[in-house]
T-cell receptor, first 110, second 113 residues
Framework: QKEVEQDPGPLSVPEGAIVSLNCTYSNSAFQYFMWYRQYSRKGPELLMY????GNKEDGRFTAQVDKSSKYISLFIRDSQPSDSATYLC??????????FGQGTRLTINP | KAGVTQTPRYLIKTRGQQVTLSCSPISGHRSVSWYQQTPGQGLQFLFE???????NKGNFPGRFSGRQFSNSRSEMNVSTLELGDSALYLCASSDGQGDEKLFFGSGTQLSVL
């Protein structure tokens, strides 16, 4: 079993829809939770960062962490075609060694 | 502030050769990490350097090695290349103080023929 599980998709939704992306994990030592966005032929870009449990909102993006269920989510409101990318969840425990999910390929259709 | 710079962007090598990839971190960042990204395995951690010392290492064979210079720039070397080494190699920098925020370069796409 992988430490971090993420549905690779692909996921295709119409413009303006709410998108929900999720990851589950098995290592209860993880304290840092991140979402990265990766466009084709580019490196991952840090999108959201959360320490421990709770919610964080940044514009159209909301990240949620539920440590009791070992489950994290990223919500995208009013999705735009420019949001089309691969979204990777990542987790760490302060050891400078992030563990990444497989990534979910998302397409927003105009 | 300039981002993480990786060179070259693309490389084509043949089996048995060796290759060196270069990474310049964000100014002021002392930690450099390397990851391998493939469609099948996703992003996998190779190693991390902080102040010229390897601080963490992933589960890759000894053919994969790296180093960091006093100016924080880093190089990664792969010897005796295998077909399975074809991948996007990503370098990421951070301030190394433990918050785990990594900032990635655009990567070097290595193809082994």
């Amino acid at each position: 079993q992988k430490e971090v599980e993420q549905d690779p998709g692909p996921l295709s939704v119409p413009e303006g829809a709410i998108v929900s992306l999720n990851c589950t994990y098995s290592n209860s030592a993880f304290q840092y939770f991140m979402w990265y966005r990766q466009y084709s032929r580019k490196g991952p870009e840090l999108l959201m960062y959360t320490y421990s449990s709770g919610n964080k909102e940044d514009g159209r993006f909301t990240a949620q962490v539920d440590k009791s269920s070992k489950y994290i989510s990223l919500f995208i409101r009013d999705s735009q075609p420019s949001d089309s990318a691969t979204y990777l969840c990542a987790m760490g425990r302060g050891a400078q060694k992030l563990v990444f999910g497989q990534g979910t390929r998302l397409t927003i259709n105009p | 502030k300039a981002g993480v710079t990786q060179t070259p962007r693309y490389l084509i090598k043949t089996r048995g050769q060796q290759v060196t990839l270069s990474c310049s971190p964000i100014s002021g960042h002392r930690s450099v990490s390397w990851y391998q990204q493939t469609p099948g395995q996703g992003l996998q951690f190779l190693f991390e350097y902080f102040s010229e010392t390897q601080r963490n290492k992933g589960n890759f064979p000894g053919r994969f090695s790296g180093r960091q210079f006093s100016n924080s720039r880093s190089e990664m070397n792969v010897s005796t290349l295998e077909l399975g080494d074809s991948a996007l190699y990503l370098c990421a920098s951070s301030d190394g103080q433990g918050d785990e925020k990594l900032f990635f370069g655009s990567g070097t796409q290595l193809s082994v023929l």
